[in-house]
């Protein structure tokens, strides 16, 4: 009984949060793209930077877009603040939107321990969660997004291949675009100051990225630099 009743507390802290990050934009955005810095930066003291590179990137989603909800499956305490990272059996981030589903991946690994690490794991999660939706009679289409503060040329070759095949088990392709930290702050930062923003955007967004000659050309870098050139010059305004 008290355990429901704290996870009752926690849903409605985070439900709380999740109005502040919306209707607080243009005031949050600078202190998320603070956060950002620091969890990268060497010299900062900040604990368990992977939870809060996680929590950071729920905040960033919620207050960004209209998204019908994100959930973040990093564990929270009852006042809606993180306590531990999420489960190996899911993905970090989950937002439904209206027209389409968007799993978050993000990570502070890099080089070939990126690629050890991260590889299997976040087509698996993305592509469990295209399964479930699909069985569900769902037919809404499921994109992932892998966020790193330098994504590895390994894992770009693996994305690259996953995006271009048809799995059974996932019932489909699994399609997950790779993207620099920086490159998601850019995008962050530029909807700080707007009123409203539409998912209408991202999804077209999302679908070029995965359509086209440059996903199936096998020019890994190619491919790679136009996920982060759409997502520069991506408007949701």
């Known amino acids: 009984f008290i355990e429901a009743l704290a996870a009752d507390q926690t ?3 985070l439900q709380d949060k999740s109005v502040q990050l919306v209707t607080n934009r243009s005031a949050i955005t600078p202190e998320i793209l603070e956060t950002f810095d620091e969890i990268v930066s060497r010299e900062s003291g900040m604990l368990d930077k ?4 996680e929590w950071n990137t729920w905040r960033a989603f919620t207050a960004l877009n209209d998204a019908l909800e994100v959930i973040g499956n ?3 305490d009852t006042e809606g603040n993180p306590l531990g990272t999420a489960s ?3 993905a970090d981030i989950v937002a439904e939107y209206a027209s389409f589903w968007l799993a978050i991946e993000v990570t502070l690994q890099s080089g070939h321990k990126q690629y050890e690490a991260e590889s299997e794991s976040i087509t698996r999660h993305v592509g469990s969660l295209q399964a479930r939706i699909r069985e569900a009679g769902d037919m809404r289409p499921v994109f992932g997004v892998f966020i790193a503060p330098k994504v590895n040329e390994t894992v770009l070759n693996y994305l690259m291949t996953q995006a271009n095949m048809n799995s059974s088990i996932y019932k489909g392709p699994v399609r997950i675009a790779p993207l620099n930290l920086e490159d998601f702050k850019l995008f962050v930062a530029k909807h700080g100051e707007v009123e ?9 967004a999302l679908e070029s990225i995965f359509t086209g000659d440059l ?3 096998g020019n890994e870098p190619i ?3 136009n ?3 759409t997502f520069r010059e991506l408007e949701l305004a």
């Open 11 to 13: 849903k409605r802290s």
């Open 50 to 53: 992977p939870l809060f590179l």
């Open 74 to 76: 990093f564990r929270c």
């Open 88 to 90: 190996g059996k899911q």
């Open 196 to 204: 409203s923003t539409s998912s209408i955007k991202l999804h077209q």
């Open 215 to 217: 996903v199936t050309s």
């Open 223 to 225: 491919w790679f630099q």
């Open 227 to 229: 996920v982060s050139e």
